[in-house]
Structures are given as structure tokens and as C-alpha cells.
């Protein structure tokens, strides 16, 4: 038996666009997704702005991978929040990945300088990825929104 109705269309499925859409157009969730970007690029671009890209270390190569990750992930964010709110914890993830990196990767250049960078830039991309898991959280527990109360 199949139905000629699209799932599209359902008021519930609706309704829940609409308030992902609310939440993406949040200016304080469009800053913490623009400023996650903005670290992640300067993630992946930190071994040519720190200096330690001409050797090729496991570091700068993870740096670039998981950089282009978070860029990635805050692209989809911002434009698409209702089809990714479900892998927001992915970004604080990657932010504690950044901040333990040094100490983790072999062979990487654990210098003063790529320990700074990484520790500041994933402490960020850790709070702003936060925020970002905050905002949707916000949107799930809306009286009226998609979690059902438990009586």
C-alpha cells in the first residue's frame, strides 16, 4: 500500500523547519557560526601563518584536515541548521582534538608558537561550538517544540 502524501508536507515536519529556521537566523547563532568558521580556516592555515608547513609534520597536516573540518562543519551550520543540528557536538569535539593535538601527534612540531595557536584556536572552536549546541538545544525544549512533555 503507498500513499500519495509527501512527509514534506506534514505540519510537525513543518513546524520543525520553521523553528530551526528561527534559530539559524538567530544573530547570536549566525555570529558563533561565522566566528567558528573564521577559526577554522585559520586552523587549516595555520601551519603557513605559524611557520611549520615546509616540513610537512603530521601537525600541519592535521591542522589542515581537521581546520577544513570545522570550516565545513560551520558552513553547514549556517546554511543548513535544521538538516545538521543533529552533529553539533561534532565541533567541540574537534576543538578539544586541536587543543590536545600537540601533545598527541608523533613527529608533530610541538613548539611554543603551534601549542599556542592550537590551544587558543581550539578553546574557541570548543566555546563557539558550544554555542552553536546550545542554540539547537534551545530550539528542542521551546514550549511547543518537537519534545513532547513528559506528563
Given at each position: 500500500?503507498?500513499?500519495?502524501?509527501?512527509?514534506?508536507?506534514?505540519?510537525?515536519?513543518?513546524?520543525?523547519?520553521?523553528?530551526?529556521?528561527?534559530?539559524?537566523?538567530?544573530?547570536?547563532?549566525?555570529?558563533?557560526?561565522?566566528?567558528?568558521?573564521?577559526?577554522?580556516?585559520?586552523?587549516?592555515?595555520?601551519?603557513?601563518?605559524?611557520?611549520?608547513?615546509?616540513?610537512?609534520?603530521p601537525?600541519?597536516?592535521?591542522?589542515?584536515?581537521?581546520?577544513?573540518?570545522?570550516?565545513?562543519?560551520?558552513?553547514?551550520?549556517?546554511?543548513?541548521?535544521?538538516?545538521?543540528?543533529?552533529?553539533?557536538?561534532?565541533?567541540?569535539?574537534?576543538?578539544?582534538?586541536?587543543?590536545?593535538?600537540?601533545w598527541?601527534?608523533?613527529?608533530?612540531?610541538?613548539?611554543?608558537?603551534?601549542?599556542?595557536?592550537?590551544?587558543?584556536?581550539?578553546?574557541?572552536?570548543l566555546?563557539?561550538?558550544?554555542?552553536?549546541?546550545?542554540?539547537?538545544?534551545?530550539?528542542?525544549?521551546?514550549?511547543?517544540?518537537?519534545?513532547?512533555?513528559?506528563?
Amino acid at each position: 500500500m503507498t500513499h500519495g502524501a509527501d512527509i514534506g508536507t506534514h505540519p510537525d515536519i513543518m513546524q520543525m523547519r520553521a523553528r530551526y529556521e528561527a534559530a539559524a537566523a538567530n544573530p547570536a547563532a549566525q555570529l558563533a557560526d561565522g566566528l567558528t568558521l573564521l577559526s577554522g580556516l585559520y586552523l587549516a592555515l595555520s601551519p603557513w601563518i605559524i611557520g611549520f608547513s615546509g616540513t610537512r609534520t603530521p601537525l600541519a597536516v592535521n591542522n589542515l584536515v581537521t581546520g577544513l573540518a570545522v570550516a565545513l562543519l560551520a558552513m553547514g551550520y549556517s546554511s543548513a541548521f535544521g538538516r545538521t543540528y543533529g552533529i553539533s557536538w561534532v565541533a567541540p569535539l574537534l576543538g578539544i582534538w586541536t587543543i590536545i593535538a600537540p601533545w598527541v601527534i608523533r613527529g608533530g612540531m610541538a613548539t611554543t608558537s603551534t601549542i599556542i595557536s592550537n590551544v587558543v584556536v581550539g578553546a574557541l572552536i570548543l566555546l563557539f561550538g558550544l554555542a552553536t549546541m546550545r542554540f539547537g538545544m534551545m530550539e528542542r525544549e521551546r514550549p511547543g517544540g518537537f519534545r513532547t512533555p513528559s506528563h
